[in-house]
């Protein structure tokens, strides 16, 4: 059961240009993650932010939740080759009874920077 | 500070062999989970637990099973492999519940069934 839905599936840039990378979900969330896995490697995690924030920054990132349009964004500002990697939008799964949510992964956005 | 490690990182099994896949994570997490990833498929849940003693089924639990006898290791048994689970699959915990935390996951186990 897909509940995150990555867009675009491959994104290629330059070094220096800004990626954009959204998510788009199905049902209502408490709060959105947002992953970086490098080829070969786990999963690491780059930000969360709950339904009631709308924007949150880290460092180069930059992510955004409208929950109206059940749609969030991840910004890379000023990308660098080493931010090439598969980048995952989860989101829990409200609708799990007690304490058991489940985070539900989208299928991933692969970007590629080149020096 | 070593995480969560998962053993071994490669694999090879033929049909109807079965295995253990070992995760163990030093962090004294009580949430960890099993996901396998496939390509075009995005990471799937298998099995989870909340804490020693519980464990229940995620989405694709058909053909693993789980334990957790400790806080620590929370390992994944292969009952009798097929060569749709051929995948990578990854452990991963949290501190508190799942919904509201960050998880941290292993380097991923790489298993192939022939």
Redesign the interface.
């Known amino acids: ?2 509940q995150g839905e990555e867009d675009p599936q491959a994104l290629s840039i330059q070094e220096g240009e800004n990626a954009t990378m959204n998510c788009s979900y199905k049902t209502s969330i ?2 959105l ?1 947002w ?1 970086r896995q490098n080829s ?6 780059l930000i ?1 932010i709950r339904s009631n924030e709308r924007e949150k920054h880290s460092g180069r990132l930059r992510v955004t939740l409208d929950t109206s349009k059940k749609s969030s964004s991840l910004l890379i500002t000023a990308s660098r080759a080493a931010d090439t990697a598969s980048y ?1 939008c ?1 989101t ?3 609708h ?1 009874g007690g ?10 956005t692969k970007l590629s920077v080149k020096p | 500070n070593a995480g969560v490690t998962q053993t071994p990182k490669f694999q090879v099994l033929k049909t109807g062999q079965s295995m253990t896949l070992q995760c163990a994570q030093d962090m004294n997490h009580e949430y960890m989970s099993w996901y396998r990833q496939d390509p075009g498929m995005g990471l799937r849940l298998i099995h989870y637990s909340v804490g020693a003693g519980i464990t229940d089924q995620g989405e694709v639990p058909n053909g693993y099973n789980v334990s957790r006898s400790t806080t620590e290791d929370f390992p994944l048994r292969l009952l009798s492999a097929a060569p749709s689970q051929t995948s990578v699959y990854f452990c991963a915990s949290t501190e508190g519940r799942i919904n509201t935390g960050e998880l941290f996951f292993g380097e991923g186990s790489r298993l192939t069934v022939l």
């Open positions: 059961s897909q408490n709060n993650q992953y070969g490697r786990g999963l690491v995690h969360l995952f989860a829990d799964d409200p799990q304490s058991q949510g489940n985070l539900i992964f989208g299928k991933g």
